[in-house]
């Protein structure tokens, strides 16, 4: 078909049509609509978002003490100066969000409470038609796209993830998952057990532990923090010099990040002197009395998982106040009165908290299919950690784990724009990612190295992601010092990219 008659077919239909789809109004999605407008002007956009508001991880999660546990100079935007405390709350990263939003214009271009189900690839049409449900109506709503640009994020919004333990349903108490934090909970003067110990029991326990009773963390095994002054003084200083706001935010992000790539380096060349800065950071404030040893030594190397900075060293301080504890041990099953441990101790309950991470989803949990087949993404390579061979015009958005997301989803923004325009330049209206003929007999592997990089969502889910290959092109680096330069030297005329 050609565009006049798909515009034709589209308006007989009552579907909309516009040149790019985005999925997801996170900080991806909303990066990726302010980049098109500036890189790709005239090109007319839809963002979908099945939530009722902007923000993504930062609107759904609303438990107490909710924050980033990276920088903002660098979770920030690269284009949107950010002017205070590195370490943000929630409603600090919505506002600053919402900023970005009005001050381009991008309110128009939202659809919320839109959530997203079937994606099909037609191509005869050269087009992505995507169905779905308002929810607030419940009516069905179809879009076409010529590109489709998935800013979904990599977990469910839904629901996180809550292992089965023996005896739940005996447990008298409350079983709260941080993700769906009940509006109605009454902490005070409550004892608590949160089980994890990720970034979010960190911010979690600080948060809590002056009003609930006790809170115990209860962790199978302990967990890497860093710990500092949230504050960058170099940007506070510059501040007050009443250096300009953009310049502060360039120059600020610089310097973390070659600090960043320093610590990252250290980790691999020199892991042992790295962990015991790491632990004397966390015995500077428990005190040299404290079992730093059994609770708070991990197994795994230094940036094996992502490293929560702990903000003031405050969930530190609520355990050295007695507010808060942790407990090493693993749970034999839930009492009526709280959890039996396998060491045989028990720890009693008003409330547990299960803060044991996420539900990874693949691409929004979206049915795709190309051409009418069923789209498995774990029989596709991925392009460099943002396309999938034999999946046409389509952009997922998979930020860093150990850098800031941010970072790659301006980076990968830089990418959609150019190819888009390479698209027009070329009068092509389909471009696939294809194994070229060196890349025949690659070996294919799991999406990422778990030796390398092993958090418990991405290992639960590797069977689900697409496949990486042995070459640069073909594999998902992590690597923000890498991929600045390479992504913007990409040869979109590579064989890598089969246009029509
Ligand atoms: C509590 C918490 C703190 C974090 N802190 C940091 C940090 O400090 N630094 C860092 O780098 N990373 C952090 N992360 C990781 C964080 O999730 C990402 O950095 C980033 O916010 C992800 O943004 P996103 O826009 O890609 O995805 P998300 O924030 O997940 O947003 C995706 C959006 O897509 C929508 N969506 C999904 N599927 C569909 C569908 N089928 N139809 C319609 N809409 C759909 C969702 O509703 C959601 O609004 C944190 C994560 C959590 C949970």
Redesign the pocket.
């Known amino acids: 078909m050609t565009e006049m008659a798909i515009l034709a077919e589209a308006a007989a239909q009552q579907i909309e049509h516009f040149d790019v789809v985005i999925?997801?109004?996170?900080?991806?999605?909303?990066?990726g609509a302010y980049h098109l407008t500036k890189q790709c002007p005239g090109t007319s956009f839809i963002v979908?978002?099945?939530?009722e508001s902007?923000?993504?991880?930062?609107?759904?999660?609303r438990y107490p003490g909710?924050?980033?546990?990276?920088?903002l100079y660098?979770?920030g935007y690269r284009f949107k100066p950010w002017t205070s405390a590195p370490?943000a709350t929630?409603a600090e990263i919505l506002d600053y969000m919402g900023e970005v939003i009005t001050e381009n214009g991008i309110d128009s271009h939202i659809r919320y409470r839109?959530?997203?189900?079937v994606a099909r690839w037609s191509s005869s049409d050269k087009l992505w038609t995507l169905e779905?449900t308002r929810t607030d109506t419940g009516e069905t709503v179809r879009f076409t796209g010529n590109f489709l640009w998935m800013?979904?994020?990599?977990?469910r919004?839904s629901e996180g993830y809550m292992p089965e333990w023996r005896g739940m349903k005996d447990f008298e108490g409350r079983i709260v998952q941080p993700?769906n934090w009940p509006e109605d909970l009454d902490y005070a003067g409550k004892k608590i057990v949160v089980i994890g110990s990720g970034?979010?029991a960190a911010?979690l326990i600080p948060a809590i532990a002056a009003e609930c009773g006790h809170v115990t963390m209860l962790q199978r095994s302990p967990t890497f923090f860093r710990t500092g002054r949230n504050a960058i003084p170099l940007a506070d200083d510059l501040r007050e010099l009443d250096i300009d706001a953009a310049w502060i935010h360039e120059i600020v992000r610089k310097k973390i990040l070659y600090e960043q790539s320093v610590f990252t380096r250290r980790s691999f060349t020199e892991p042992e002197t790295v962990k015991q800065e790491l632990l004397a950071g966390v015995r500077a404030h428990l005190g040299p009395d404290y079992d730093v040893a059994t609770h708070f030594t991990p197994r795994y190397r230094p940036w094996r998982q992502?490293i929560a900075f702990v903000p003031d060293g405050d969930f530190l301080e609520a355990i050295r106040s007695g507010k808060a504890s942790v407990v090493t041990d693993e749970i034999e099953s839930f009492t009526e009165a709280g959890i039996l441990l396998k060491s045989g101790e028990t720890l009693e309950a008003d409330i547990i908290i299960t803060a044991t991470g996420?539900n990874l989803?693949v691409?929004?949990?979206?049915d795709f299919t190309i051409d009418g087949e069923p789209l498995n993404f774990s029989d596709t390579v991925t392009y460099r950690g943002m396309m999938f061979t034999g999946v046409p015009n389509m952009v997922w958005?998979?930020?860093?784990?150990r850098?800031?997301?941010?970072l790659r989803?301006d980076l990968v923004a830089d990418f959609v724009c150019r190819l888009l325009n390479h698209l027009k330049e070329k009068g092509a209206r389909q471009v696939t990612p294809t194994l070229r003929p060196e890349d025949q007999d690659m070996p294919l592997l799991p999406w990422i190295d778990p030796e390398n990089f092993n958090p418990g969502y991405v290992i639960r889910g590797m069977h689900l992601l697409p496949k990486r290959g042995d070459k640069p092109e073909w594999q998902h680096t992590q690597d923000y010092w890498v991929e600045k330069d390479e992504f913007p030297a990409i040869d979109l005329d590579d064989g890598a990219f089969v246009y029509a």
């Open positions: 999925v997801g109004a996170g900080i991806s999605g909303v990066g979908l978002e099945a939530q902007f923000g993504g991880t930062w609107l759904t999660h909710t924050r980033s546990d990276s920088d660098t979770f370490i929630r839109h959530t997203i189900s779905g800013c979904q994020g990599y977990y919004h993700q970034a979010t911010t992502r996420f989803n691409l929004g949990d979206i958005v998979f930020g860093y784990f850098a800031s997301w941010t989803a």
